[in-house]
């Protein structure tokens, strides 16, 4: 399958460090458009801080378990659950999570609020 996507290249600004809005999120974006540039935002907002802005550390995946998520992954606090998460996400033990990893996270949490509330009627 030959997928070909029309969208301008993100350029790196300081004065505009937020992707979604480099990538032009606009009111005339389809609603998946705008989740998929928010995706990319909220990993953009915590992958970096200790290094590689293109990964997210143990550290970083736990504040952005903690603030985006809140309780629907795990207790903030706890550290076990947060070591399993990030083993299991780290799928090529680079001991980072890169942004293709985090999104199957994502995807699995998705598809589980979806079976849960297509399977409650």
């Known amino acids: 399958m030959g997928l070909k996507l029309k969208m301008s290249a993100p350029h790196d600004s300081p004065a505009d460090p937020n992707p979604a809005f480099t990538w032009g999120l606009s009111s005339n974006m389809s609603d998946i458009q705008?989740?998929?540039?928010?995706?990319?935002?909220?990993?953009?907002?915590?992958?970096?801080?200790?290094?590689?802005?293109?990964?997210?550390?143990?550290?970083?995946?736990?504040?952005?378990?903690?603030?985006?998520?809140?309780?629907?992954v795990c207790k903030s606090n706890d550290k076990e659950a947060i070591d399993r998460i990030f083993r299991d996400l780290d799928t090529n033990r680079s001991n980072s999570v890169d942004f293709s990893e985090f999104v199957k996270l994502v995807c699995c949490l998705t598809q589980m609020c979806h079976e849960y509330f297509t399977c409650k009627k």
Request: hydrophobic residues 35%; glycine residues 8%.
């Open 34 to 72: 705008k989740a998929m540039a928010l995706l990319i935002t909220s990993f953009s907002k915590y992958a970096g801080k200790e290094g590689d802005k293109n990964t997210l550390s143990k550290e970083e995946l736990k504040e952005l378990l903690q603030n985006e998520f809140g309780e629907m």
